[in-house]
């Protein structure tokens, strides 16, 4: 469980310590009408691209933080949908993973 545990607050700290909001805002304001149309739709793209990976790393710090608490509660590796065990490989691939594979398949499916 503290391997687990480690891996998950190192990846909490290595999204917090990314830069937060800041580089989108940089991003933003390097992109005010500069070049031509071409330059303006790529700046355009990279703010976009950018904001999607702050989104993703929102959604998954959100997740790390509800499994650090299923920890404290107890209930870690536990497949929210069907209550088996979550597979240790998949836990070492994806430590604030809810569900088990099979379950996950099925979500996929």
Known sequence: MDT???????????????GG???L?????TNTRQGDLADQASGNNEVH????LKQTDA?????????????EKGTY???RDCGEPIA?????AIPWTRVC???KEKQSA
Not at 7 to 13: P, Y
Not at 59 to 71: C, H, V
């Open 101 to 103: 594979i099979a379950c």
């Open 77 to 79: 590796g536990v497949c």
């Open 4 to 18: 687990y545990k480690e891996a998950l607050l190192r990846k909490r700290s290595e999204i917090l310590s990314a």
């Open 49 to 52: 691209i950018q904001l999607k």
């Open 59 to 71: 959604k998954i710090l959100q997740a790390i933080e509800e499994a650090l608490w299923r920890m």
């Open 25 to 29: 805002q940089t991003s933003m304001e």
């Open 21 to 23: 909001i800041k580089p």
């Open 88 to 92: 240790p490989a998949r836990l070492n």
